[in-house]
């Protein structure tokens, strides 16, 4: 979490020390918790792509309102056939092996109207 460093906000938040020294750790602690976040930024912003930023941004408002579920059953041996469909396996740190399925629903469909309204509400 990003906090306030003020003076002010740091007595409230119980800390009496609002040297400049403590100003400063903070302001690095923080900093080297969003080093990786600031290069993935600078990453994006050095590759722009006008129309994969555009598909991400309708692709986010799309899957926001659904729901997730994820299906898990024991896996067969290896070797005793693949999983069926549009199933994949996955072995666990105790070597238990798994097959699983991912479904996405969308009980409440979006329309290309509700776009505008969803950009309004996120700036």
């Not at 800390?15 to 600078?42: F, I």
């Not at 792509?49 to 898990?72: M, N, P, T, Y």
């Amino acid at each position: 979490p990003l906090y306030c460093h003020s003076p002010v906000h740091m007595m409230h938040r119980g800390r009496q020390d609002s040297s400049a020294a403590a100003l400063k750790q903070a302001y690095w602690t923080q900093k080297e918790m969003r080093q990786e976040e600031t290069e993935d930024h600078e990453r994006r912003l050095a590759n722009f792509d006008e129309d994969s930023e555009v598909a991400r941004f309708l692709l986010s408002k799309a899957l926001q309102g659904c729901s997730l579920i994820l299906c898990l059953a024991p896996a067969a041996p290896p070797g005793d056939g693949a999983a069926p469909g549009n199933e994949g396996v996955i072995e666990g740190p105790d070597g238990q092996r798994w097959r699983f399925r991912i479904n996405i629903f969308d009980l409440h469909e979006q329309t290309p109207q509700d776009i505008r309204r969803f950009y309004d509400e996120d700036r």
